[in-house]
């Protein structure tokens, strides 16, 4: 059975961090892609950032330097370092696994929420 199980979300402060991880069980972790990615209220799910079985990363202009994906191939969890949140942050977070560009697994997701 496979599993992608986000936590580490929740309330923050704008400008402030959040590391949110993502443990996979039930496939091999290390052929995939890892992706993160989220959904805001009334708006469409988009990208955040991917990173190939060999740590090529991507990443959404609107979050370019502020947030780097990583991943553990040891532990199979892959990683997504937040800093300078903002409130057009707040979404709710998914990871996916990807296997021949077709995202085969979801995440049940994990909300992130910006604001004073």
């Known amino acids: 059975q496979v599993q992608l199980v986000e936590s580490g979300g929740g309330l923050v402060q704008p400008g402030g961090s959040l590391r949110l991880s993502c443990a996979a069980s039930g496939i091999t972790f290390s052929i995939y892609t890892m992706g993160w990615y989220r959904q805001a209220p009334g708006k469409q799910r988009e990208l955040v950032a991917t990173i190939t079985q060999s740590s090529y990363t991507t990443y959404a202009d609107s979050v370019k330097g502020r947030f780097t994906i990583s991943r553990d191939n040891v532990k199979n969890t892959v990683y997504l370092q937040m800093i300078s949140l903002k409130p057009e942050d707040t979404a709710v977070y998914f990871c996916?696994?990807?296997?021949?560009?077709?995202?085969?697994?979801w995440g049940q997701g994990t909300q992130v929420t910006v604001s004073s």
């Open positions: 996916g696994a990807s296997y021949s560009n077709v995202y085969n697994y």
